[in-house]
């Protein structure tokens, strides 16, 4: 038999995650009414970012419930100061932001941070890749030393199958517009901008991630309810076709590291499987990856003295027949718990 690391989880296509920008701010409690039932309704999760010098124990108590729901809580900063401000100050915006959110959250720490209006500086960003907890962040246009704002495109678009840099992840923003967006034209042309982004890293086999604000209030640029349920309804679709996978950003992001850094390798014939389990990146980003074991014979695996469960993969096809010699099954296993037993 031979074993792979599958692209994304469960060996879906392509990967996708949804940011709901600025909790706490009210306007945007359409996130607490609608999103957050819609996406629970039909078994998806997306993530929110706390600005948390604003939150209200209406917002606190939310949030637990949006963690119990499996959704992730990122950082979006104190007071959503813009780090191209005069007030701006990293300590208290990022380090502080994490510090509120695990003081009211039983010690959950975000992984994951947003920068207000999609600005930082140099200093900001390399406060950033530092600050204890944070393991990545929504790509930032660059703030000059002139203070002249470089918006040069970079941060809008699908993001490739393996991250090269954690802390500037592509995102497209909801407008109702499709203002800056990589796909205004097509939306102007009839296209849905949220269901047009999920295309797009389906086509390329990548990741999506999607940044919105408020749904069904008076946020900025709110997404109506009927098309945020709709959309809602297309991704499920796609999950159920084995075309996507959903899950908040630093899930995803934490995949794509695992993948390529806790590399399994066959070993004894065949028989057992270990991973690179000592490598920093590995380490780091450790989290359950899904791999596909071509065999002949019928898979049993046990990793830690426990049997782990299988399920048969996609078909693999050539010339539109099915091919018998590549069989394979899917497994989904922790790197950091040992080598892989096959029998």
């Not at 939150?55 to 780090?83: M, P």
């Not at 389990?277 to 899904?290: E, G, M, N, R, V």
């Amino acid at each position: 038999s031979n074993v792979t690391a599958t692209t994304w989880k469960n060996d879906a296509t392509a990967a996708y995650s949804m940011m709901h920008d600025d909790l706490c701010a009210w306007v945007t409690d359409g996130q607490i009414d609608f999103a957050a039932p819609a996406l629970k309704q039909r078994g998806l999760v997306a993530s929110f970012g706390l600005i948390t010098g604003n939150c209200a124990d209406k917002h606190w108590n939310a949030a637990k419930q949006f963690l119990l729901d499996g959704n992730e809580i990122f950082s979006h900063t104190r007071n959503h100061s813009d780090a191209n401000s005069i007030t701006w100050d990293a300590v208290a915006q990022i380090s502080g932001s994490s510090d509120d959110i695990a003081a009211r959250l039983a010690g959950y720490r975000p992984t994951f941070f947003a920068w207000p209006s999609g600005v930082a500086t140099d200093a900001a960003m390399t406060y950033l890749r530092s600050a204890a907890g944070y393991l990545g962040g929504r790509a930032a246009n660059r703030v000059a030393e002139n203070g002249v704002v470089q918006y040069d495109g970079h941060v809008s678009g699908v993001n490739a199958t393996t991250v090269d840099d954690p802390y500037q992840l592509k995102d497209d923003m909801y407008t109702l517009t499709a203002q800056w967006s990589p796909y205004e034209a097509q939306v102007k042309a009839g296209g849905d901008l949220l269901n047009l982004h999920v295309d797009a890293a389906i086509a390329k086999g990548g990741w999506a991630n999607r940044t919105m604000h408020g749904v069904n209030d008076s946020s900025w640029n709110s997404v109506p309810l009927a098309q945020y349920t709709a959309h809602l309804d297309y991704v499920k679709a796609k999950v159920d076709a084995g075309a996507l996978w959903v899950a908040g950003p630093t899930e995803i992001l934490k995949y794509s590291k695992a993948r390529a850094a806790c590399k399994p390798t066959l070993a004894n014939g065949g028989s057992v499987l270990t991973f690179a389990s000592d490598a920093a990146d590995c380490l780091k980003y450790a989290t359950p990856i899904t791999l596909k074991v071509f065999s002949n014979n019928p898979l049993h695996a046990t990793q830690a003295g426990k049997v782990l469960s299988s399920s048969p993969g996609k078909i693999i096809y050539d010339h539109g027949l099915p091919v018998p010699q590549l069989r394979h099954e899917l497994i989904t296993v922790d790197p950091l718990a040992g080598p892989v037993s096959f029998n």
